[in-house]
């Protein structure tokens, strides 16, 4: 992939200039340097690596994560990395710009929806069924069960780079996995607490949270996926949470206000908004992020 057709050439030049100026051979630091498309898989690979890696991410934790703009800083900082962790199943197609225009051939580019299983991947798609992800719903990280199976290929992808600590990856990566279990556990006594387990979400960011804790999500204010709502399905959806007493609406920072805000007026719906990436790439961050939105859904978080 040709990395020119992601940026200006203005952009160009800057990064051009950036590059002179402040690349350094890559791996020359005693860490293991890691660059992530998110603090989600950033956090999982913190808690992996412990102090034996140095961790960044390059999306925002309230920004969209489909949409990140490719900056000349973010390849000088990947030229730097030994890993590149991935998100996959199409998310974050933006990354492949950073890596091409990082030059690091020796950058291991990890795609972290291995061993994954993608839930609504479909039969066909087409632009009439809206923003579709052909290989399934990619935001696979809200179910803390597949954090636990990232953990694992990240470890493996370490040790490949740092055989020395390998041992010690593996069992981190064994460790997270019982840190995942009871958090998943407090999370199913949260959501127990729920009278009504019918939400409404924005966008479809949220199925595998409400897989996982056995949360229904009825519908979503997006007609289609990345299609803003018509004033009849907005309705639609007044109908729908009165006839099922649904209370709740999930949604990312990033999205219109306006849905929601009818939704309240016209059906009592209570707004929850919540990024769908944890706040920090540091460890513990990306189980107690699920936990305090499973939180707030119970109207008991802030």
């Known amino acids: 992939m040709n990395f020119r057709r992601f940026v200006s050439p203005t952009a160009l030049f800057l990064w051009s200039c950036l590059f002179v100026l402040t690349s350094t051979p890559a791996h020359t630091s005693a860490k293991v340097r890691v660059a992530a498309s998110t603090t989600d898989l950033a ?26 703009e490719v900056l000349p800083s973010y390849m000088v900082q990947v030229s730097r990395a030994n890993l590149y962790l991935k998100v996959g199943l199409q998310l974050d197609q933006w990354a492949d710009g950073i890596i091409d225009g990082s030059r690091n051939a020796k950058l291991r580019v990890v795609d972290c929806s ?8 479909p039969t066909s798609a087409s632009a009439a069924q809206g923003d579709v992800h052909p290989f399934g719903n990619p935001h696979y990280w809200l ?3 597949n954090g636990a199976i990232v953990a694992r ?5 370490l040790s490949q780079v740092d055989p020395s600590h390998a041992a010690a990856y593996h069992d981190r990566a064994k460790a997270f996995a019982s840190e995942v279990d009871a958090s998943f556990k407090r999370g199913q006594a949260i959501v127990a607490t729920m009278p009504v387990k019918t939400i409404l ?20 204010v997006e007609p289609l996926p990345g299609i803003p709502p018509t004033a009849k399905h907005l309705q639609d959806l007044v109908q729908l949470a009165k006839a099922r007493k649904i209370g709740v609406l999930l949604q990312e920072p990033y999205f219109s206000e306006d849905g929601g805000k009818f939704l309240t007026r016209a059906a009592g719906v209570r707004v929850v908004k ?4 944890c706040e920090a790439p540091a ?9 305090s939105v499973l939180k707030q859904l119970a109207g008991n978080g802030s």
Not at 114 to 121: A, H, N, Y
Request: glycine letters at 10%.
């Open 43 to 68: 956090s999982i690979a913190s808690s992996v690596g412990g102090a034996e890696v140095d961790v960044f991410a390059i999306a925002r934790p309230t920004a969209d994560p489909h949409r990140v």
């Open 114 to 121: 291995k061993g994954i299983t993608p839930l609504e991947k």
């Open 143 to 145: 179910d803390p069960r």
């Open 153 to 157: 290929t990240i470890a493996d992808e």
């Open 201 to 220: 979400t924005y966008h479809r960011s949220w199925s595998y949270l409400g897989d996982a804790f056995g949360l229904e999500i009825a519908d979503t």
């Open 274 to 277: 919540a990024s769908s990436a």
């Open 283 to 291: 460890a513990g961050s990306y189980l107690g992020h699920i936990e």
